[in-house]
């Protein structure tokens, strides 16, 4: 039997696993910022096209708004404790790259650098974007991919299910794989 509840109690139920991504712009002066994300999707096949979801007070949505490209990058689970530092840190205050040890490496076509440990890596040009209320919706046009090490699982944020070996917690967020 269904049942209405709040939006919070419904989210809870479908939210986990999701995969998390790292968003690569770059600052000022040419410094690279890495933020972690939760919300993402692909877009279009024809041309291929992923969207990145941003909340407007990140110090990483000004970036991508001004420079108008991002390197979408998939960590694998051996990244978990440098993608919750990404996730909890600002790039206001912090190189993020300096201090999780994460190598930059030069991309082909855009500016922000690829993340050398990252299982795949996608330079973007944002092609559009939508306000969606306290966050923006970048979509970016897939320019250039690169895979590295495909023995990696995929880092997941993960609930309290069965089924998912957990790697650490930070901060409330749970990080894991399938088991």
């Known amino acids: ?3 209405s509840v709040p939006y919070s109690e419904a989210q809870r139920l479908w939210t986990r696993p999701e995969r998390v991504v790292l968003a690569v712009s ?3 002066e040419g410094v690279p910022d890495i933020i972690a994300l939760g919300w993402h999707m ?4 024809i041309p291929p096209m992923l ?3 941003v ?3 990140k110090f990483s949505h000004n970036l991508i708004s001004e420079t108008r490209e991002f390197v979408f990058s998939v960590p694998g689970e051996d990244l978990w404790r440098q993608v919750a530092f990404c996730g909890t840190h600002s790039g206001r205050d912090v190189d993020k790259f300096k201090e999780t040890g994460l190598t930059p490496v030069p991309a082909k076509r855009v500016k ?4 050398g440990e990252c299982i795949v890596n996608i330079e973007c040009r944002v092609a559009g974007e939508l306000d969606t209320g306290d966050h923006t919706i ?3 046009e897939v320019l250039e991919c690169w895979v590295g090490d495909e023995g990696k699982r995929n880092l997941l944020l993960v609930g309290k299910e069965p089924g998912y070996m957990l790697l650490g917690e930070e901060r409330g967020y749970r990080f894991g794989v399938v088991r």
């Not at 692909?42 to 096949?45: E, K, N």
């Not at 922000?112 to 993340?115: A, W």
């Open 1 to 3: 039997m269904l049942r």
């Open 26 to 28: 770059n600052g000022p």
């Open 42 to 45: 692909r877009t279009s096949g």
């Open 51 to 53: 969207a990145i979801s």
């Open 55 to 57: 909340g407007k007070t």
């Open 112 to 115: 922000p650098p690829l993340i």
């Open 138 to 140: 970048f979509v970016g």
